[in-house]
């Protein structure tokens, strides 16, 4: 998938995909009057990853690629358990077991790693299982509005 831009309308089936999916399990918007431009230049991070066996980030906007330190064609070619330490990635996998187990997860914290080794925790996050619209699960995300640096 292209970066989102003008050309592509920021990738407007796929940001589509987060905003319905993130409606449908939460009952809440993710982006008030959010479009795929607006998520794109959202203030705070989204990403989404696919559903293979070692799952790749499918989508991060700009917030997520200034956070993690890397463009568009990096990150989205970034096995997403990369974006967690080795020592923090069991953990990340149990979220991800109990999000499947619940539907979604509204409180999520864990300790994340940029490109250039910068560590930070992320609070609140919420983390949901993108859906299409025959209920097929097309991947997973994952937002949230609070991190600090450690």
């Known amino acids: 998938m292209q970066a989102p831009s003008p050309d592509n309308g920021f990738q407007a089936a796929h940001a589509g995909l987060l905003l319905r999916s993130y409606l449908q399990v939460t009952g809440r918007t993710l982006l008030e009057g959010g479009d795929a431009e607006a998520l794109y230049h959202a203030p705070f991070p989204v990403l989404s990853h696919n559903t293979a066996a070692d799952p790749v980030l499918t989508y991060g906007n700009l917030a997520a690629q200034v956070l993690w330190e890397m463009g568009w064609e990096q990150l989205t070619s970034l096995p997403s358990r990369l974006t967690a330490e080795p020592a923090h990635r069991a953990q990340r996998e149990a979220m991800f077991t109990q999000m499947r187990a619940k539907g979604f997860i509204e409180d999520y914290a864990g300790v994340r ?8 925790e992320i609070r609140g996050a919420v983390i949901w299982p993108l859906l299409g619209a ?4 097309l991947g997973e995300a994952a937002s949230f509005r609070d991190y600090g640096f450690i």
Do not use: L, N, T
């Open 113 to 120: 790693i940029s490109a250039s080794g910068r560590r930070f």
């Open 134 to 137: 025959d209920g097929v699960k």
